[in-house]
């Protein structure tokens, strides 16, 4: 991992900075790896760094990116996943009166701070930084992050715009709110994704600020493995459903059985239940596991054990749905194309778009298990092509996403105020 900083012109030295993650309190999840991240990159420049975590926050976790425990409660956990539409609005509201109430606690006890960064903001957290911004901007915040990681619109297929439910009536009421301190530079709405940022700006002609990955490989991936050494395919990072875990599982297990001799192995993260889209768990398969070539992973992995699998990794395998990840980025494709991986994405995402500029790879149709069983195949069978394609591809790469960029947009970056476009779809 890149813990190297470099802001440019921007001078941070002594300046404080909050990072508000509620969901943090274990090695479960992206959530430490990111903010361990930006942590480091900002002390690294002089910072000084405080991070608002769970109350639950894991005590050894904690003390090297010095977090606190502030939240009794994440929406991440589903405890307000109701059945009823009515019921999951009510959930959101409670929620935002939650982070409203301890966050004007801590900033109390705790600031001023120079820049608050809020790295996953969803509807149950925009509403109470709607109001903490409008309290606090001037007194204990100087310059607010609000940071937009996930969808608020869908896509057909073969749609390349975003279609929005009727949560966008709130969305964009919200996101509106803030305009004047948009327009005076005090509040900044960011995004890592050009699509996101697309999907925000069509909603309430607010464009967000593209900001680069922090987290990069600083290793480079070492193509020459011993003689005896099995061809790694991978999929790090929490397996989800809508990452196609269960396209992946069924095109290795069919790949091993057209390829017997094919001295590989399949290493998948598996570290947490996983639901389908009817909310049934999607468990491992037996006859799958059992294969010699075959590893799970199930237990939680620190920044070293993590950074470790991505070093013995060959291919990334990410047959990630496009319904889910049309304009979210992928952390890991990051990793494995700064670390000069070639990687099997879905077509026509913003992991295509990364790969193929910055990258090398194979792209797989959307759901398509024979797609994805040929592009393995494929990197299988011309291992050494992508292996120079991917490392001759790192120094575009680490351009493209570097700890110095990430910090300049940090502290500078400014959203785009399209005026044409308040009035919204």
Request: net charge neutral.
């Amino acid at each position: 991992m890149d813990r190297s900083a470099g802001t440019g012109a921007t001078d941070l030295s002594g300046r404080r900075l909050l990072i508000v993650e509620e969901a943090l309190r274990n090695y479960v999840g992206h959530w430490f790896e990111y903010v361990n991240s930006v942590a480091k990159i900002n002390e690294g420049a002089g910072v000084q760094v405080t991070v608002a975590a769970h109350r639950q926050i894991d005590k050894q976790l904690a003390s090297p990116i010095c977090a606190h425990g502030v939240f009794a409660q994440t929406n991440w956990d589903g405890i307000y996943n109701y059945p009823q539409a009515w019921r999951r609005y009510i959930g959101a509201a409670q929620h935002n009166w939650r982070v409203y109430r301890v966050m004007s606690r801590f900033l109390e006890e705790t600031g001023p701070y120079d820049c608050v960064f809020v790295p996953t903001v969803v509807i149950h957290h925009i509403g109470a930084w709607r109001f903490l911004a409008a309290r606090e901007i001037g007194h204990s915040i100087k310059r607010l992050v609000l940071f937009f990681r996930n969808n608020i619109a869908h896509y057909d297929v073969d749609s390349s715009e975003p279609r929005y439910a009727r949560s966008r009536i709130v969305w964009r009421h919200l996101l509106q709110g803030f305009e004047p301190q948009i327009h005076d530079g005090s509040v900044c709405f960011a995004t890592d994704s050009e699509r996101l940022a697309h999907e925000y700006e069509v909603l309430a002609g607010i464009r967000p600020a593209v900001f680069p990955s922090p987290r990069i490989s600083s290793f480079q991936y070492v193509p020459q493995r011993a003689p005896s050494a099995p061809f790694v395919f991978g999929c790090l990072g929490p397996a989800r459903f809508e990452k196609g875990i269960d396209v992946l599982q069924t095109a290795a297990k069919r790949f091993l059985a057209l390829r017997p001799d094919a001295d590989v192995r399949f290493v998948i993260q598996w570290n947490q239940p996983i639901r389908n889209e009817g909310g049934t768990i999607y468990s491992p398969d037996p006859e799958f596991v059992s294969d010699r070539r075959v590893r799970l992973i199930t237990e939680p992995l620190d920044s070293a054990a993590y950074d470790s699998q991505v070093r013995a990794t060959d291919c990334m395998v990410l047959p990630y749905r496009r319904a889910s990840y049309f304009a979210r980025i992928s952390g890991v494709a990051v990793e494995a194309v700064t670390a000069g991986i070639p990687v099997i994405y879905t077509e026509n995402t913003w992991m295509a778009d990364l790969v193929e500029r910055v990258g090398a790879g194979v792209a797989v149709r959307d759901g398509n298990i024979d797609s994805v069983v040929a592009a393995i195949s494929r990197v299988f069978d011309e291992r050494e092509v992508f292996r120079q394609r991917a490392c001759d591809a790192i120094s575009a790469a680490r351009a493209a996403h570097s700890s110095a960029g990430f910090a300049t947009a940090l502290w500078t970056a400014r959203s785009g105020l399209d005026a044409a476009g308040m009035q919204g779809p």
